[in-house]
């Protein structure tokens, strides 16, 4: 999933958006304030992507990030031969 830090008075936002909804790519909206205070791993992902960029919006998150594994338990290993 992608999600896209923004403001309600950044031209380059709205623009970001509306290419987005232009090229029907999904995507969750967020206010810019959570890279401040992050509230969960997202928003934390998203202070480390804003601080390389100067913190510059939008800030654009793909998340869970390429090439992690998600819900990997023990009987994925064993199911593929893994164990």
Same mark, same amino acid.
């Given at each position: ?40 791993? =997202?928003?934390? /992902?998203?202070?480390?992507? !804003?601080? %390389?960029? #100067?913190?510059?919006?939008? =800030?654009?998150? /793909?998340?869970?990030?390429? !090439?992690? %594994?998600? #819900? ?12």
């Amino acid at each position: 999933m992608r999600y896209i830090y923004t403001s309600k008075d950044c031209p380059k936002c709205t623009l970001l958006k509306a290419e987005y909804a232009k090229n029907n790519i999904a995507f969750e909206e967020r206010d810019a304030d959570r890279v401040k205070m992050p509230r969960d791993d =997202i928003d934390r /992902e998203a202070l480390i992507e !804003g601080s %390389l960029g #100067n913190m510059e919006l939008p =800030i654009e998150v /793909e998340w869970p990030p390429a !090439g992690v %594994l998600t #819900n990997c338990g023990m009987e994925d290993f064993t199911r593929y031969g893994l164990s």
